[in-house]
């Protein structure tokens, strides 16, 4: 939280500036709960573009299990600390992590921003991400591994984490740049600045393990890079 605010700070915002956050707000650090909500309250000043990273999907799926009396719920891995974010967490803040979209795209610098990448398959992207829900099932779990997506095969297959060899690729090395200069967090980077591929940047160095906390700042100028060191290591 520290590190944020002092980022923040550091980036000394405009009134019309655009905040776009990466997603995982929660399950990372020691308090999600105030995380979000200072997040949530910094949305009432600027414009704050939220994604879905794969813990805030996986919180949504909880919370849904939860209203449908599924249970479904009591198997799924770190329940227990979903629960107590949750019950931390007020209606609004909730809200507020339901409003997480997929992607964001900007498009007068060429630009995308997503939680994890762009699997190889995907060629285009619908104006509004809310559309990919109408997908069919095979279609809509594609796109949905942009918030997942680390290692890929040289088949194109996109491999769960852990299951990768030496003869597979990242996929930001293979991205053609094909839907613009992609920004991306969910792979950790234990660097002290963002890690700049061919066609896009990682911006998740690790500031929970004791790295920094890093922004892209993007502008008629070019892009900036801004760095706050961790105070400490959480996780």
């Not at 600027?46 to 919180?59: A, C, M, Q, S, W």
């Not at 095979?138 to 796109?143: A, P, S, T």
């Not at 991306?184 to 700049?196: K, L, N, R, Y």
Request: with cysteine.
């Amino acid at each position: 939280m520290t590190e944020l605010q002092a980022l923040v700070r550091g980036i000394a915002p405009l009134p019309d500036d655009v905040f776009v956050f990466l997603g995982d707000l929660v399950d990372k650090g020691p308090d999600s709960p105030a995380v979000v909500r200072w997040v949530r309250h910094l949305s009432t000043v600027y414009r704050v573009i939220l994604l879905e990273g794969n813990h805030e999907e996986k919180h949504r799926r909880w919370r849904r299990h939860m209203r449908q009396g599924s249970p479904v719920v009591h198997t799924m891995t770190g329940t227990t600390q979903i629960a107590a974010i949750t019950q931390a967490m007020s209606a609004a803040d909730i809200a507020f992590l339901e409003t997480g979209r997929l992607y964001f795209r900007i498009p007068h610098y060429h630009a995308l921003v997503v939680h994890a990448g762009v699997p190889p398959a995907i060629e285009t992207l619908p104006a509004d991400s809310q559309d990919i829900l109408t997908y069919p099932r095979k279609q809509r779990d594609l796109y949905q591994k942009m918030q997942r997506i680390r290692f890929v095969s040289p088949e194109g297959k996109i491999l769960q984490l852990g299951h990768e060899t030496a003869r597979d690729r990242y996929w930001a090395e293979l991205y053609d740049g094909r839907l613009g200069t992609v920004y991306f967090g969910h792979q950790v980077f234990m660097t002290s600045t963002p890690v700049v591929f061919a066609h896009a940047v990682g911006l998740d160095l690790g500031a929970v393990h004791g790295g920094c906390l890093a922004a892209a700042i993007l502008s008629e100028h070019g892009v900036d890079y801004r760095v706050e060191p961790a105070r400490r290591v959480y996780a």
